[in-house]
């Protein structure tokens, strides 16, 4: 049974930091890309970062390249992303996928206010 569990989550200032953690199971991890996705309040969901499954490839959606960073761990099976200079616009919940596994976890909330 595949399973994503997302965490790390919650309310941080403008310019501050969090990571977040994604831990997968229930398929092969470290033969499937990773994506993070973001839905913002009122807004449908958005892709915003995609790492291989080596590790070694990266892309992010331009409002967040330069200040976000996923990443991966296969032995232990997680994926991160690490959001710096965080904004409000950034508000939302955070979800990770496993590129081409039809599932989806139940997120992460992410605030970034004063």
């Known amino acids: 049974q595949v399973q994503l569990v997302e965490s790390g989550g919650g309310l941080v200032q403008p310019g501050g930091s969090l990571r977040l953690s994604c831990a997968g199971s229930?398929?092969?991890?470290?033969?499937?890309?990773m994506s993070w996705f973001r839905q913002r309040p009122g807004e449908g969901r958005e892709w915003i970062a995609r790492?291989?499954?080596?590790?070694?490839?990266?892309n992010y959606v331009d409002s967040v390249r330069g200040r976000f960073t996923i990443s991966r761990d296969n032995e232990a099976e997680i994926a991160y992303l690490q959001m710096n200079n965080l904004k409000s616009e950034d508000t939302g919940v955070y979800y990770c996928?496993?590129?081409?596994?039809?599932?989806w976890g139940q997120g992460t909330q992410v605030t970034v206010s004063k």
């Open positions: 229930g398929f092969i991890f470290r033969t499937v890309a």
């Open positions: 790492i291989n499954s080596f590790g070694t490839d990266t």
């Open positions: 996928k496993a590129v081409g596994v039809d599932f």
